[in-house]
């Protein structure tokens, strides 16, 4: 069975809709055949390639033989189990002893000032660190330069986005007794609200896996009892799966399906967003489970220019307000001019100041300009509200927030 070509038959549509996912082509795509013949990995377990680092490091550092591997890492994240584990990444786990340590002295700072808000847990379910990429190189630039000189972290990276890839780290640790997630996709297309993922066009949803890979370093030992992310193996080949997530039927699917591979300190992971995934439920009562999860992003993804949206709002705001309301200009043509202004996406931003509350993705500027003008927000308030949310999305002075 060609899955792809079965599911597209099946589905084909110009638009998905959460009302009009199936759950039998979902299964279907999950038990289909496909998937890369894999001559590099060690072994597979519940259907997830395992490849030993320490028996492939002639392979990826050989030019011929490198992108053999690099291939079949990209098959598998688009047509097979849509995961694979590289065991013993890192060899030499002294470095991810010593970011640990970096991290834990972060988390006790940020504690002070209450818990994080999260995609997919509570604020104070665990314990989040938001861009801890940069706070790790202004901190402790050493230890960084250890730990990012992994090979095999942008080895994964490079096959599935190519070279010119943009890394991004969150720290996440979940103390025992932290609970399991609901299972989801992951970002761009998974931190849309349904109604607003179903608002773009099918090829859209393919697009979207093709932008980011997802990986986790663990940083302990991650027996099952731990809570290891669950996973669904080739879960990423259904096509509408970015609506159909949040389905009571899908994720009773997945709670009855899912898979869970126990992982050792210096052990990574490396999965398509696009495959339905949970963090597990901590069921021990001595094990913090930290991991540090690699958001890894293609430079596709960026625009030719850099354009100051900030100040143009401001200077189109009372425009665009008098002629509304003068009745000189229409609600379609309010969307259409101030959709060619405003900054339309809400990231990248900083997690820090600008937290997911209330839904999976901040206020964009877009969104809080058509707010604005559905209000009738003088435009001297509306300026200060840009220059608020233009300050919520800049980066932090670390080094400042360190000697606090």
Same mark, same amino acid.
């Given at each position: 069975?060609?899955?792809?070509?079965?599911?597209?038959?099946?589905?084909?549509?110009?638009?998905?809709?959460?009302?009009?996912?199936?759950?039998?082509?979902?299964?279907?795509?999950?038990?289909?055949?496909?998937?890369?013949?894999?001559?590099?990995?060690?072994?597979?377990?519940?259907?997830?390639?395992?490849?030993?680092?320490?028996?492939?490091?002639?392979?990826?550092?050989?030019?011929?033989?490198?992108?053999?591997?690099?291939?079949?890492?990209?098959?598998?994240?688009?047509?097979?189990?849509?995961?694979?584990?590289?065991?013993?990444?890192?060899?030499?786990?002294?470095?991810?002893?010593?970011?640990?340590?970096?991290?834990?002295?972060?988390?006790?700072?940020?504690?002070?000032?209450?818990?994080?808000?999260?995609?997919?847990?509570?604020?104070?379910?665990?314990?989040?660190?938001?861009?801890?990429?940069?706070?790790?190189?202004?901190?402790?630039?050493?230890?960084?330069? #250890?730990?990012?000189?992994?090979?095999?972290?942008?080895?994964?990276?490079?096959?599935?986005?190519?070279?010119?890839?943009?890394?991004?780290?969150?720290?996440?640790?979940?103390?025992?007794?932290?609970?399991?997630?609901?299972?989801? #996709?992951?970002?761009?297309?998974?931190?849309?609200?349904?109604?607003?993922?179903?608002?773009?066009?099918?090829?859209?949803?393919?697009?979207?896996?093709?932008?980011?890979?997802?990986?986790?370093?663990?940083?302990?030992?991650?027996?099952?009892?731990?809570?290891?992310?669950?996973?669904?193996?080739?879960?990423?080949?259904?096509?509408?799966?970015?609506?159909?997530?949040?389905?009571?039927?899908?994720?009773?699917?997945?709670?009855?399906?899912?898979?869970?591979?126990?992982?050792?300190?210096?052990?990574?992971?490396?999965?398509?967003?696009?495959?339905?995934?949970?963090?597990?439920?901590?069921?021990?009562?001595?094990?913090?489970?930290?991991?540090?999860?690699?958001?890894?992003?293609?430079?596709?993804?960026?625009?030719?220019?850099?354009?100051?949206?900030?100040?143009?709002?401001?200077?189109?705001?009372?425009?665009?307000?008098?002629?509304?309301?003068?009745?000189?200009?229409?609600?379609?043509?309010?969307?259409?001019?101030?959709?060619?202004?405003?900054?339309?996406?809400?990231?990248?931003?900083?997690?820090?100041?600008?937290?997911?509350?209330?839904?999976?993705?901040?206020?964009?500027?877009?969104?809080?300009?058509?707010?604005?003008?559905?209000?009738?927000?003088?435009?001297?308030?509306?300026?200060?509200?840009?220059?608020?949310?233009?300050?919520? #999305?800049?980066?932090?002075?670390?080094?400042?927030?360190?000697?606090?």
């Amino acid at each position: 069975m060609d899955y792809q070509r079965d599911d597209y038959r099946a589905e084909q549509a110009d638009w998905y809709r959460e009302s009009e996912c199936s759950l039998g082509h979902f299964v279907a795509a999950l038990r289909a055949d496909g998937g890369p013949a894999l001559r590099y990995a060690s072994k597979t377990v519940e259907g997830i390639p395992v490849y030993e680092c320490e028996d492939l490091d002639a392979v990826v550092s050989a030019h011929g033989t490198r992108s053999h591997l690099l291939a079949e890492w990209a098959g598998v994240l688009r047509d097979g189990a849509g995961i694979f584990v590289l065991r013993r990444a890192f060899a030499d786990i002294g470095c991810i002893d010593e970011a640990t340590a970096v991290f834990e002295s972060i988390i006790k700072r940020e504690r002070k000032s209450g818990g994080k808000a999260d995609h997919f847990a509570n604020a104070g379910a665990n314990d989040r660190i938001w861009n801890a990429q940069e706070k790790l190189c202004v901190m402790a630039p050493d230890v960084f330069a #250890r730990y990012f000189s992994n090979h095999w972290l942008p080895a994964a990276a490079e096959a599935w986005l190519g070279p010119c890839f943009q890394v991004t780290s969150q720290v996440n640790v979940v103390r025992p007794g932290g609970q399991a997630q609901q299972a989801h #996709r992951d970002y761009h297309l998974g931190f849309q609200a349904s109604e607003v993922a179903a608002s773009f066009p099918a090829h859209v949803h393919q697009m979207s896996a093709f932008l980011t890979l997802q990986g986790a370093v663990a940083h302990s030992d991650m027996p099952i009892e731990s809570g290891p992310t669950k996973v669904l193996p080739y879960s990423q080949r259904y096509a509408r799966g970015y609506v159909a997530w949040r389905r009571a039927d899908f994720r009773e699917y997945f709670e009855n399906n899912f898979v869970q591979l126990p992982l050792a300190k210096g052990d990574a992971v490396f999965f398509n967003p696009a495959l339905f995934h949970a963090a597990g439920s901590n069921r021990t009562s001595d094990i913090q489970r930290m991991a540090n999860l690699l958001q890894i992003s293609s430079a596709y993804g960026r625009a030719m220019e850099v354009v100051n949206r900030t100040r143009m709002s401001e200077k189109l705001y009372p425009v665009i307000r008098d002629r509304l309301t003068g009745g000189n200009m229409t609600e379609l043509e309010v969307l259409s001019v101030v959709s060619s202004c405003a900054e339309g996406y809400s990231f990248p931003t900083n997690l820090d100041r600008d937290p997911p509350v209330g839904g999976l993705a901040p206020e964009s500027q877009r969104q809080m300009m058509l707010r604005a003008l559905r209000e009738d927000w003088e435009p001297a308030v509306f300026a200060q509200a840009l220059l608020t949310h233009a300050w919520r #999305r800049a980066p932090d002075d670390i080094e400042k927030l360190i000697d606090n």
